[in-house]
């Protein structure tokens, strides 16, 4: 299960278009990226635990650097617990607690000398409902790089246009960034949370249903959002919808009753799923 | 200790820090979460200290004079020479007022909060809300000012015909109604149609006159009534029960709100009224939590001060018959305001400590009552959350 | 049952309910009302030449010749009451011995009345009570004076099944055939002129301290004193409860110790307050010795363990209403779990936390029982922040209740007592609003 960087370039092959069920999720066509593809997050035997009950079973998998890795499964299969064991925010549940290793960069994510602050700082998250502070637009985006020291204004000013930049905000609020960031729309809010962890310079995005709340138009930005940030940072997306599994992502993760049952290519996921299961996920057999 | 430190090196791996800082920064937190548990913590030091404190000053008392004298008898004269203690006469005061309000509190703040939860728009409670905070506001000696100067006066000039027209406004409807329905369960027997119509009416006729009789021959009583002094213990619970009334109805409506729409919708579904809704389905799931409620409001009216010290008549006898609440009263509370002043702090005499002990009694009985009151809500979450 | 019937039964619920919250509405108007009307009497109300002489003499406030001039037009009308009562003191003397007694008595009667409707008489020595150096200083006391001067009041005692009833018997009837006559008709028609009421705004209620135990003057020491217990009680108390609620809401494991800590916030809530002075007299004073004997940090100490409870809870509440979005976000940015506390979850919290703390600051200003071993005093003059640690102070709630229970002319200063409760329910109840203000305020934000 170590899918590798050349099997990206898929070309949709004429096999597929006989009209199947699956036909919807045949995945659009992808360039490789440059600088990318080394390991950067790696599981190994990475199981967690609420209390006694194993929510994450036993996952081996490497996530490649710069692409985009989609996680997607039955509610309830465990793919929000082991996309916050990732920078640990199940360390706020009172009773969670992680076996086997999660690598980042080739160090220990629970490893004795792992400062889990400095930690988030590297792998940031945005969660399914926008949840900005009820601050000002400027303050929201400000607000990790002030914590990590930075003061002054004229710096903290470049940090927030750059970040609504790459966040395809800017042009959307840059006459008020000193308005409350709850009067934004879902989808701007939503975007406002991808650029406030941005400011903090990141390597990795994790994403869990991030366009769950939103309607299909703010929906359609966020994934535009998601192609422009590839190729920059590491993604991780978890989604229900299979469609922008196969629209946004490079790799796909499968999970069934905490079990990492495929990891593949995208498009190969949804076009020849090598597991009974999988198949029958994606067609919509079971939900 | 190098072994660990080298684990830092490269870029990507910043977020590994050395064994070091590692060590410091766990025991900067577990100074900070030590230093937050000490300060959360001294509300439990403060609890064991008043405990402490107020039990010490009693101690002595009960080591002078015993327990008998003080819970059997009421002679109560710390003055004399010897001095009797008898604070039975005192402790059922306490007691005697705390019921009245009870009597009074009880009914009207279910009634309120039952109609603060399931009868009024939510655009009216917005209104009505303030008004029982503003109730609970307003301080205990503005109240004991009012029994005193305008409640008081009041009772002892006009008492009978207040007594009279109190009886005629609550009475008159509760008894028509009680006629209506007896009149209806009474004739329900009566198969065919028309007869039934027929003895209905006659039913009502005569429950209506015994009524009449009733509410007549109560209220003529009640008008004849002289009230001798206005600082009494009716006076008292007429005041402290409006000093409960927010407690209980703030707490009773949020037992009445953790029971579930569904339930309520169940209950509408198959035909029920909103009153047989509440008295079957809602009253019943919200039970313990409304206990908790009139628990902690009577222990407002029993570990009240200064309305009772002002407006009971501060007179240390059982009344006669002892249900009369025309009569003053003197409760705990009052006694260990009113006699701190008198009683010899330097020496520690037992005039001193004997208001300790009534202080301790006081706490014991909150500490109990408030036990209780926690433990019922506890189970009533436990429920309705279905464990 | 019929429906009918049914019907009926849900509608008299229904109206119980509402009958309820409608009394409870009317209690408050019952209460508030009276107090009102009669508290802004102390403020405002007919005052006559006696209040103006008082307030110059005893503050300093008027114009020294427009109060000279209004001092000899009404002497000049009380000079005619003076002579008539002087030909009488005369005539009396020359009476016989059965008719001296007879009239010497009713004559000190009328004499004293006369004396504290008008004051000291000119040329009189000065009382050393300043309440007897002055005649009445309100129009409406003057009223009921001038009655006693009319009319002697006796009591009936004929039926011994009720209580003595009281009825009136004109003087002048009682001294009919001597020159005294004249003076009751003459005091009567020329009241107004020998007091002269004007309306009169006093302000100085608010802000004098008083003269011989409240006869005259203002509530200033009062109103101060509870400001400073207030205040220093939520000096404790607020920190305090307030980091309590950080540790319980963000830090405390489930477990024995923490339920334990809970429970205990809940007994101190129960507590008598009566028992909270207990505590404070044999803790702070007896004990601890934070003060010789009664002060104000004994006080404001004693109302701070009062309060905490309060404020722990609202604040706890406060911070669970902030949403645990707020939180991941925060931490998922690389913020510290205290960090996270400071910048997100305390400035979201705060206007609830303010509320609960508003709310205990008026019920610390209210509270009577815990003060008064450990802080109050019926008389004193306003003390200085420095005395803090070593001396007690009057306050609203405390004198409220001594000068209504057991001072020696109670009913005579009604209009103080009422100024005095109108003073502390108008601050508790503007701390309250202010809190229900910020409620509304916070509800409205989180609408968005
Ligand atoms: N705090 C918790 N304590 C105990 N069990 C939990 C907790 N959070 C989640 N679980 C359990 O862990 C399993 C995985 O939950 P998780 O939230 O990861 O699922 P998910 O795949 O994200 O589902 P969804 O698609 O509905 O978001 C579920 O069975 C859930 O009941
Ligand atoms: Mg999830």
Known sequence: MQPSAEAIETKRDASSTQTTARDIYLPPERKQVSGGGETHVSAKNFSIYYGDFEAVKKVNA?????????????SGCGKSTFLRAINRMNDLIPNCHTTGALMFDGEDVYGRFTDEVLLRKKIGMVFQKPNPFPKSIFDNIAYGPRLHGIRDRKTLEGIVEKSL???????????????NALGLSGGQQQRLCVARTLAV???????????????????????????????????????????????????????????LVEHAPTAQLFTKPKDQMTEDYITGRFS | MNGEDSVATGRSSAFVVTAKKRKIQQITRKIGESALFLVAATVAIIVIFIFFFVARDAVPFFEIRGFREFFTSSDWYPADDPPRFGAWAIIYGSLMVTAGSALIAVPMGIAAAICLSDVIPFSVRQYVKPVIEMLAAIPSVAFGFFALVILAPLLQNYGGPILMWTWWIIASPFLLLAVIVLSELVSMSIQDDKHRKIAQRMYVSFFGLIALILLFFVGNNLQKIEIMTGTNALNVSIILSFMALPTIVSVSEDALQAVGRDLREGSYALGATRAETIIKIILPAASSGILAAVILGIMRSLGETMVVWMASGNASHIPDPWFNYLESVRTLTATIAGDMGEADQVT???????????????????????FISERIVVRQRKILSGQ | MNLGTRKLLDQSFTALGIGSIVIMGMMLLVVLVPILTNGISANVFKGTIEHRRMQYNEFHRGDRDAL?????????????????????????????????????????????????????????????????????????????RLREVLYEKKWDYSNPDIAAKEYLVSRAESFQGTSLVKLFPYVETNIDRMLLPK???????????????????????????????????????????????IYFTEYA?????????????????GVPSIVFGLFGLAFF??????????????????????????????????????????????????????????????PAALPGILTGGVISLGRAAGETAPIIFTAAVSVGSAIGLADVFNSPTPALSWNIYNLASEHEAASEIRHVQYGMVLALVTIVLLLNLTAIILRARISKKLKG
């Open chain 1, 62 to 74: 490497d996530i490649l650097s710069k692409y985009v890795t989609a996680i997607i499964g039955p």
């Open chain 1, 165 to 179: 930049r790459k966040a395809a905000l800017w042009d959307e609020v840059s006459d008020r960034l000193d308005k």
């Open chain 3, 285 to 346: 004073i007896n004990t601890l010795k934070v003060s010789e004997s009664k002060s104000v940090i004994a006080g404001s100490l004693t109302l701070a363990i009062m309060i905490l409870p309060t404020i722990i809870r609202s604040a706890e509440e406060a911070i669970l209403a902030v949403p645990k979005t707020y939180r991941e976000a925060s931490l998922g940015l690389g913020s510290t779990k205290w960090n996270t506390i400071v910048t997100v979850i305390l």
């Open chain 3, 68 to 144: 000279q001039r209004e001092i000899s037009e009404a002497a000049a009308t009380r000079k005619t009451a003076y002579d008539m009562m002087s030909t009488f003191e005369a005539e009396l003397n020359q009476m016989d011995e059965v008719k001296q007694a007879e009239y010497r008595d009713k004559y000190n009667q009328v004499k004293d009345a006369v004396k504290s409707l008008l004051g000291p008489k000119p040329g009189d020595e000065l009382p050393e009570l300043t309440r007897f150096r002055y005649g009445q200083t309100r129009w409406e006391k003057a009223q009921e």
């Open chain 2, 348 to 370: 520690g005499s037992a005039r001193f400590h004997v208001l300790f002990a009534m202080g301790l009694l006081l706490l014991v009985i909150s500490f109990i009552s408030n």
């Open chain 1, 201 to 259: 310079e990141p390597e990795i995005l994790l994403l869990d249903e991030p366009t769950s709340a939103l309607d299909p138009k703010a929906t359609a930005k966020i994934e535009d959002l998601i192609q422009e940030l590839r190729g920059s940072y590491t993604i991780m997306i978890v989604t229900h919808n299979m469609q922008q599994a196969s629209r946004v992502s490079d790799y796909t993760m499968f999970f069934y009753e905490g079990v």
């Open chain 3, 253 to 269: 494991r489930e477990g024995f110790f923490n339920s334990l800590l809970r429970s205990a916030n809940s007994t101190l809530a």
């Open chain 3, 199 to 245: 309306w009169t705004i006093y302000w100085g209620f608010i802000f004098d301290s008083s003269i011989d135990s409240h006869i005259f003057g203002g509530i200033w020491p009062e109103i101060q004193g509870t400001m400073f217990l207030a205040i220093g009680a939520m000096l404790f108390a607020f920190p305090l409860g307030v980091i309590a609620a």
